[in-house]
T-cell receptor, first 115, second 109 residues
Framework: NAGVTQTPKFQVLKTGQSMTLQCAQDMNHEYMSWYRQDPGMGLRLIHYSVGAGITDQGEVPNGYNVSRSTTEDFPLRLLSAAPSQTSVYFCASSFSANFYQETQYFGPGTRLLVL | GQQLNQSPQSMFIQEGEDVSMNCTSS?????WLWYKQDPGEGPVLLIALYKAGELTSNGRLTAQFGITRKDSFLNISASIPSDVGIYFCAGQGAQKLVFGQGTRLTINP
């Protein structure tokens, strides 16, 4: 198993550009989520999905869109990048949202710089 | 929204020392988790706690779920260089996790 994979590893955007951060898992996990990590802020939940076709907002969803057309993939879209979206983005997955029973696995992260 | 306050924000210790960090919340959580993040990587689960008052060990790591369900602590005994990293607490809400700000651990050999 490759686990949770994220592409790209690094990206530089100009303000106003759009892009998609890719996330894929090969563990047949139903629950997938996106977090952003900023210095001194910990990890903040952007969007999450409990299964294909189902998505919901997390703590900081503004400026981001997601879709879940397959169990394996959960892309994160920035429609019009802003400097405030400069961050490290982590995708994570688990069998369910019962985090005591089911370990949540994180990808290696995507570092995004918006100029 | 729900917030977790984690302290201290950073620690500088000598190799071999014991480490203690804690996490408090204004809200009740039914599950507390502790993660470690190595530089340049994603967080990895260390310990999961489910019952109030529960004390769980994983090697040199010991974590406790507070009786009030509003706090948790993590202890690391006899620290070694590979313990360097950022430690996060997390509480489980409805279908999502809320993370603390992290404790950055630096170890002087």
């Amino acid at each position: 198993n490759a686990g949770v994979t994220q592409t790209p590893k690094f990206q530089v955007l100009k303000t106003g550009q759009s892009m998609t951060l890719q996330c894929a898992q090969d563990m047949n996990h139903e629950y997938m989520s996106w977090y952003r990590q900023d210095p001194g802020m910990g990890l903040r939940l952007i969007h999450y999905s409990v299964g294909a076709g189902i998505t919901d907002q997390g703590e900081v969803p503004n400026g981001y869109n997601v879709s879940r057309s397959t169990t394996e993939d959960f892309p994160l879209r920035l429609l019009s990048a802003a400097p405030s979206q400069t961050s490290v983005y982590f995708c994570a997955s688990s069998f369910s949202a019962n985090f005591y029973q089911e370990t949540q696995y994180f990808g290696p992260g995507t570092r995004l710089l918006v100029l | 929204g729900q917030q977790l306050n984690q302290s201290p924000q950073s620690m500088f210790i000598q190799e071999g020392e014991d480490v203690s960090m804690n996490c408090t919340s204004s809200s009740i959580f039914n599950t507390w988790l502790w993660y470690k993040q190595d530089p340049g990587e994603g967080p990895v689960l260390l310990i999961a706690l489910y019952k109030a008052g529960e004390l769980t060990s994983n090697g040199r790591l010991t974590a406790q779920f507070g009786i009030t369900r509003k706090d948790s602590f993590l202890n690391i005994s006899a620290s070694i260089p590979s313990d360097v990293g950022i430690y996060f607490c997390a509480g489980q809400g409805a279908q999502k996790l809320v993370f603390g700000q992290g404790t950055r651990l630096t170890i002087n050999p």
